[in-house]
C-alpha cells in the first residue's frame, strides 16, 4: 500500500512537472559568477530545485551521521549491560544466617 501511495504521489508530481514545462516553456537570460547564458524557464527552474535538494540533503547529513553513531554506541552499551543482566541472574543466591 505504502508503494503504490509512493508511485501514485511520484507520478502527480511528475505530470504536475510536465505540465509546469510545457507552460514555461520561453527562454530566459540567466547571469552567475563565471558568465550567462540563455536557457528556458522550465529548465531552470528544475535545475534550482535539484540544487536546493542537494544543499538540504548534505545540510542534514552531519545530523544524520551523528545519529547513527549514537544510536551504535547505546545498541553496544545495552548489549553489554544485557549480558551483565544475564551474568548476575546466573549466579546463585547466598544465605546469611
Not at 509546469?20 to 530545485?49: P, Q, W
Request: no cysteine; hydrophobic share 55%.
Amino acid at each position: 500500500m505504502k508503494r503504490l501511495l509512493s508511485l501514485l504521489f511520484f507520478l502527480i508530481v511528475t505530470l504536475f512537472g510536465v505540465a509546469l514545462a510545457m507552460r514555461n516553456s520561453e527562454r530566459v537570460h540567466f547571469d552567475y559568477y563565471h558568465g550567462s547564458l540563455d536557457i528556458s524557464l522550465s529548465l531552470l527552474l528544475a535545475l534550482t530545485l535539484l540544487v536546493g535538494a542537494l544543499l538540504g540533503i548534505a545540510a542534514s547529513l552531519s545530523v544524520v551521521i551523528q545519529s547513527r553513531i549514537e544510536l551504535a554506541r547505546v545498541r553496544r552499551k545495552a548489549a553489554v549491560t544485557e549480558k551483565e543482566v544475564m551474568n548476575l541472574r546466573a549466579l546463585p543466591l547466598r544465605d546469611h544466617d
